[in-house]
Antibody, heavy 121, light 106 residues
Framework: EVQLVESGGGLIQPGGSLRLSCAAS????????MTWVRQAPGKGLEWVSV???????YYTDSLKDRFTVSRDTSKNTWSLQMNSLRVEDTAVYYC???????????????WGQGILVNVSS | TQLTQSPSSLSASIGDRVTITCRAS??????LAWYQQKPGKAPKLLIY???TLQSGVPSRFSGSGSGTDFTLTISSLQPEDFATYYC?????????FGQGTKLEIK
C-alpha cells in the first residue's frame, strides 16, 4: 500500500528555516516524480516543486531562490528545505507522488495528509 | 499557464448533473488533471490526461477537452461529492492549479 507521511512542520519566525520531510512506503522515491504542493489557509492549491527520478528539480519561480528539494534513497524519503521564510509561506504543505504520463508530464496520484507551516512572530 | 475555473461555486441537489469548466491561457493538449478536496483532507485524484478515470473513482465522474477548454462532469450527484474541485495543468512548469470550484448542497 502506498503511503506518504510528512514531518517537520510547525511554528517558525519570519526569516527562519525549516526542513520538511516526506516518508514514503509502498514504492521507491527515486523512480517517481516527488512533488510538494502547498495551500495557504482558506486558499487554493499551489504547486511548489518537483524532484525527478534523474535528480533534476523544478520550482515555482517565486520560491526557487529560497526552497530546495532533495532525497535520501537509503531512507526512501525526500525533503523540502525552506529558507528565509516569510509570513506568506504559511500554509499546509503536501507531499505527493507524481506518476509519469510522459518523460516530462506526470499527475499526482498519492498525497500525504499535509503538514502545517506557520510563519509568525 | 493560467487556469480559470467556472463557476467558482455551485449549489446543486442530489441526483443533479453538474459540469465544471477549466480554461487554460494557452494550449496544453490533454495534459490536465482533476482533483477533489474535502475540508481538512488532502486532494484526491479523479481524472488525468483530460479524460482518464483514476482507478477506484466512480464512473459518474467524467472529463473531456483538449487544447484550452476542459470539463469535469458528475452525472448524478451523490452526498459524498460535495467538495471543492481543482483542475491542474501538467503541460509546463509551474504545474498550476485552477482557483477551485466549491460544490455545495442546495
Amino acid at each position: 500500500e502506498v503511503q506518504l507521511v510528512e514531518s517537520g512542520g510547525g511554528l517558525i519566525q519570519p526569516g527562519g528555516s525549516l526542513r520538511l520531510s516526506c516518508a514514503a512506503s509502498g514504492f521507491t522515491v527515486s523512480t517517481n516524480y516527488m512533488t510538494w504542493v502547498r495551500q495557504a489557509p482558506g486558499k487554493g492549491l499551489e504547486w511548489v516543486s518537483v524532484l525527478y527520478p534523474a535528480g533534476n528539480s523544478y520550482y515555482t519561480d517565486s520560491l526557487k531562490d529560497r526552497f530546495t528539494v532533495s532525497r535520501d534513497t537509503s531512507k526512501n524519503t525526500w525533503s523540502l528545505q525552506m529558507n528565509s521564510l516569510r509570513v506568506e509561506d504559511t500554509a499546509v504543505y503536501y507531499c505527493a507522488r507524481g506518476h509519469a504520463l510522459t518523460t516530462m508530464q506526470y499527475y499526482l496520484d498519492y498525497w500525504g495528509q499535509g503538514i502545517l507551516v506557520n510563519v509568525s512572530s | 499557464t493560467q487556469l480559470t475555473q467556472s463557476p467558482s461555486s455551485l449549489s446543486a441537489s442530489i441526483g443533479d448533473r453538474v459540469t465544471i469548466t477549466c480554461r487554460a491561457s494557452q494550449g496544453i493538449s490533454i495534459y490536465l488533471a482533476w482533483y477533489q478536496q474535502k475540508p481538512g483532507k488532502a486532494p484526491k485524484l479523479l481524472i488525468y490526461a483530460s479524460s482518464t478515470l483514476q482507478s477506484g473513482v466512480p464512473s459518474r465522474f467524467s472529463g473531456s477537452g483538449s487544447g484550452t477548454d476542459f470539463t469535469l462532469t458528475i452525472s448524478s450527484l451523490q452526498p459524498e461529492d460535495f467538495a471543492t474541485y481543482y483542475c491542474q495543468q501538467l503541460s509546463s512548469y509551474p504545474y498550476t492549479f485552477g482557483q477551485g470550484t466549491k460544490l455545495e448542497i442546495k
